[in-house]
């Protein structure tokens, strides 16, 4: 089995960096880690040359794309950002749709672990961190098998303020 961890926080070392590195310190997997915002990753183009071959953007996106095909389970963790993703991993989302556009490629089957993390104490984004069971992941075949919202997080990957967040993603990586 391998496990995929892809931050989308800009912040080396902050709040979702820790949750998937603690996710996958604590699998009994294969893993391998994509820090987003070290890479060179545009916005999807939309031209649709995906039909008929890899992407056609000089960037990593073709790379990490490459380590989602061969993941058995993708942990995606992003903060959230006015209600919504962080533009890292919309790109990687948007950039993924390719797989969907050629028929020799398949996320059919893979699991997805989603990590958000807010400052807001309460669960008010509940419907959006939902709403990805059926955008982007059920619409690529993927399921998502678990949900850890950090919620009342802001400082820097402080692990006290994380703690409760740390077991509960230790407690889904360990049952993979
Ligand atoms: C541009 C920006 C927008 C944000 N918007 C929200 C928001 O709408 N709701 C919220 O609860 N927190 C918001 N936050 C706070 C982050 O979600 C929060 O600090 C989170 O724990 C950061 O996680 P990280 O350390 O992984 O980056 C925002 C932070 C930034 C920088």
Redesign the pocket.
């Known amino acids: 089995m391998k496990v995929l961890g892809v931050v989308g ?3 080396k070392d ?4 820790v949750l998937v590195k603690e996710f996958l310190d604590a699998a009994d997997a294969d893993t391998e880690y994509i820090f987003l915002n070290h890479k060179k990753l545009f916005g999807c183009n939309a031209c649709m040359a995906c039909e008929n071959g890899d992407c056609v953007i000089d960037d990593d996106g073709n790379d990490i794309i490459k380590s989602l095909l061969d993941a058995d389970v993708l942990v995606f ?1 992003t ?5 919504q993703m962080s533009a890292q991993a919309k790109a990687f989302v948007d950039r993924f749709y390719q797989i969907s556009r050629n028929e020799n490629k398949s996320l059919e089957g893979k699991k997805v672990v989603t990590i958000f ?4 104490p309460e669960n008010v ?1 509940g419907d959006y961190i939902d709403s990805f069971k059926v955008m982007p992941f059920g619409y690529m075949g993927m399921e998502v098998i678990g949900n850890v919202t ?1 919620m009342g ?2 400082s ?2 402080d692990k006290e303020e994380l703690a409760k967040y740390i077991d509960e993603v230790k407690s889904i990586a360990s049952k993979l």
């Open positions: 926080s800009p912040r902050g709040n979702c960096d963790a903060p959230i950002y006015y209600g993390t807010q400052a807001q984004f950090a997080t802001s820097k990957g």
